[in-house]
C-alpha cells in the first residue's frame, strides 16, 4: 500500500531552521506532484509548497516564498522541505501529500490522493 512518512518536526526557535523530510513508498514517485500542506491549532489546512512531476517546478504559497524550499529526489522516493527564517505562525502539523500528474492549471488544493499523517513544527517566540 501507500505511505508517505514524515519526520524532521521538532521545537525550534523564531529565526531558526529546521528541515523536513517525507519517504514515499508503494507508488512511482517520479510520476507524482508532491506538495507539503500545513494545519495550525484551530485553522484550516493550508498548502505551503508544491513541485510537479515533471520538471521538478516548485511553487509556494505567499507567506513561505524566499522562506521555504522544496526539493525531491527521484531515487530515494523523498521530497523535503527547507525552512528557514521560521516564525511563530508557521507553527502547525506539516503535511505531505501525493497525486499522480496534473495539469500545470491544477490547483494544488485539488486531487491530492495521499497524505502522511503529519509531522509537528512548533515555533517559539
Known amino acids: 500500500q501507500v505511505q508517505l512518512a514524515e519526520s524532521g518536526g521538532r521545537l525550534v526557535q523564531a529565526g531558526g531552521s529546521l528541515r523536513l523530510s517525507c519517504v514515499v513508498s508503494?507508488?512511482?514517485?517520479?510520476?507524482?506532484?508532491m506538495a507539503w500542506f500545513r494545519q495550525a491549532p484551530g485553522k484550516e489546512r493550508e498548502f505551503v509548497a508544491g513541485?510537479?512531476?515533471?520538471?521538478?517546478?516548485?511553487y509556494y504559497t505567499d507567506s513561505v516564498r524566499g522562506r521555504f524550499r522544496i526539493s525531491r529526489d527521484n531515487a530515494k522516493n523523498t521530497v523535503s522541505l527547507q525552512m528557514e527564517s521560521l516564525r511563530p505562525e508557521d507553527t502547525a502539523v506539516y503535511y505531505c501529500?501525493?497525486?499522480?500528474?496534473?495539469?500545470?492549471?491544477?490547483?494544488?488544493?485539488?486531487?491530492?490522493?495521499?497524505w502522511g499523517k503529519g509531522t509537528l513544527v512548533t515555533v517559539s517566540s
Open positions: 513541485i510537479n512531476w515533471w520538471p521538478g517546478r516548485s
Open positions: 508503494g507508488l512511482i514517485f517520479s510520476d507524482y506532484d
Open positions: 501529500a501525493a497525486r499522480y500528474r496534473a495539469s500545470g492549471s491544477t490547483a494544488w488544493e485539488d486531487g491530492m490522493a495521499y
